[in-house]
């Protein structure tokens, strides 16, 4: 099955700096990439996804690119701000298959 | 986006008992339902997917006579922890997928927190 791995667990930034996370995923089938932020207790929200077939995109302050060679996507948040503070997944799927989730990344923005 | 609401938000239970977590969609039909649980400080944890109609299928390691999962509509599953311990004691987030509308997206119900004493 498909394996899902995030990096770094945590992350420090001061306001205003970028802040960059990284996953990697086994499954070459996979073809759906998104990233959920999750304050504590609340439910996952979407904040930018991306499909097989493009290698980055971009919404605000946020980004996302994907090297499907190298079965690799990453986060991209610029210009951050103290309510960007929360945890953050990734995950894969292929069409119409379950999500597999990265282990989560705690971002903490320091104003 | 589309809504996915939960009920209840929060239970506490003896040990021994059941509970019962409705998902519903509220303006979708979904052809997919998910359950998933997660302890402090960890990832989602996928516990089984659930297709209107039809028998969940459930990840390795989870109990299907434990955790029951019935999908009767497109708008509802259903979660059923039977004879709960404080082990269970989680918090138990459903999504929904229609992938006619939308392909792989989930939408996330707001969780549940579970707490058997």
């Known amino acids: 099955g498909e394996n899902v791995e995030q990096h770094p667990s945590t992350l420090s930034v001061q306001e205003g700096d970028s802040a960059v996370i990284k996953c990697t995923y086994s499954?070459?089938?996979?073809?759906?990439f998104p990233w959920y932020k999750q304050e504590l207790g609340k439910r996952p929200q979407l904040i930018i996804d991306?499909?097989?077939?493009?290698g980055e995109k971009k919404d605000q302050r946020i980004a996302v690119t994907l090297n499907k060679t190298a079965k690799h996507f990453s986060l991209h948040i610029t210009e951050t701000q103290p309510e960007d503070s929360a945890v953050y997944f990734c995950?894969?799927?292929?069409?119409?298959?379950?999500?597999?989730f990265g282990d989560g990344t705690t971002l903490t923005v320091k104003p | 986006g589309a809504v996915v609401s939960q009920h209840p938000s929060w239970v506490i239970c003896k040990s021994g008992t059941s509970v019962k977590i409705e998902c519903r969609s509220l303006?979708?039909?979904?052809?997919?339902m998910f359950w998933y649980r997660q302890f402090p400080k960890q990832s989602l944890m996928l516990m089984a997917t659930?297709?209107?109609?039809?028998?969940?299928?459930?990840e390795q390691g989870v109990e299907k006579d434990k955790f029951l999962i019935n999908h009767a509509s497109l708008t509802l599953s259903t979660l059923t922890v039977t004879s709960a311990h404080p082990e269970d004691s989680s918090f138990y987030i459903c999504s929904a997928r229609s992938t006619v509308h939308w392909g792989n997206e989930q939408f996330f119900g707001p969780g549940t927190r579970l707490t058997v004493l």
């Open positions: 995950a894969a799927s292929a069409n119409a298959g379950k999500s597999t």
């Open positions: 659930s297709n209107e109609g039809s028998k969940a299928t459930y």
């Open positions: 991306i499909r097989s077939n493009v």
């Open positions: 499954d070459s089938a996979s073809n759906y």
């Open positions: 303006d979708f039909q979904a052809t997919t």
